[in-house]
């Protein structure tokens, strides 16, 4: 089967040594599918810098991925973020994922650094004021938590994109009715970008639940009937969870869904699995299903 679908994967900076492993086994069995880009993570506060910016450089040095690193505003001046753009520019990264950014699980209101940017909207500008760079942001089909309503939540949006970023990327989600509203409401909203959808594989229920919670992701009832009772049996968890994203995916893609950002964990399995359902194949496979 030979696509027209895009992809893209975001990793996040390993912790520990084993933790590294698994990303360059991940990156390593994922990369052949020739995803249009690959992002990594910034920790809250800004807390995994140093360990993003070094797997960014691994990437760029030792693979043929084109990597997208996150930049936020939490944690750092507006002359630190600026140098670290400047850098991954003499680096030649072209494509920056922006964000406002988590505060640090103690603070309970974000409040901007005096002289940072305070939110993605000015970090884009300062971006743009670096070089061409393709900017993705942060979009929210069910609508930012810290936002004071779903049309403040698209208007920040719009702010976003106005600013000069190129692609919007959704936070997961497993209603597809509340994206494709969301996608029309951009469009009535003139955001004439990418509404790319975030897909989360789900390799640990109970743990995803916890990222639902914090993100304002509505879990369907019958999601948590599908995953229940099978805390002990990993085998058919992974079995049922390729199948929830599969059908996500096939029944965006009825919807004229063209392109996919998967939320991979660092771990490779289910995502591969997904997009070798929707057609994606190694170089070699596709010259072979071609001739």
């Not at 779903?150 to 919007?168: C, H, P, V």
């Not at 009937?225 to 992974?238: K, Y």
């Amino acid at each position: 089967m030979i696509t027209d679908i895009q992809v893209s994967f975001e990793f996040f900076p390993p912790a520990t040594e084993k933790m590294e492993e698994t990303l360059w086994r991940s990156i390593q069995r994922l990369a052949p599918l020739q995803p249009r880009f690959v992002s990594v993570t910034y920790g809250a506060d800004g807390s995994t810098r140093d360990r993003t910016h070094r797997v960014v450089r691994r990437i760029q040095t030792e693979t043929k991925l084109t990597c997208a690193p996150h930049l936020t505003c939490i944690g750092a001046s507006r002359e630190e973020v600026l140098a670290t753009a400047r850098q991954y520019w003499d680096e030649g990264i072209r494509h920056i994922v922006a964000l406002r950014g988590d505060p640090p699980k103690e603070v309970t209101e974000y409040v901007p650094l005096a002289n940072g940017f305070a939110y993605a909207t000015d970090l884009v500008g300062g971006l743009r004021g670096i070089g061409e760079f393709d900017i993705s942001v942060a979009a929210y089909p069910e609508v930012h938590p810290e936002a004071a309503s779903e049309e403040s939540d698209l208007d920040n949006l719009k702010r976003k994109i106005d600013a000069g970023a190129t692609r919007a990327i959704t936070q997961f989600f497993f209603d597809t009715y509340a994206y494709l509203r969301f996608r029309d409401r951009c469009v009535a909203a003139g955001i004439d970008v990418a509404i790319v959808p975030g897909i989360l594989p789900i390799t640990n229920f109970p743990r995803m639940l916890k990222f639902a919670a914090l993100c304002g992701t509505r879990v369907p009832q019958a999601l948590h009937e599908r995953f229940s009772g099978l805390d002990d049996d990993a085998e058919t968890r992974q079995m049922i969870a390729a199948s929830v994203a599969i059908e996500q995916v096939n029944e965006l893609r009825r919807h004229g869904v063209s392109e996919f950002h998967f939320y991979t964990l660092n771990r490779a399995e289910l995502t591969y699995a997904i997009c070798h359902t929707l057609g994606l194949r190694h170089q070699a496979d596709r010259q072979e299903l071609a001739s």
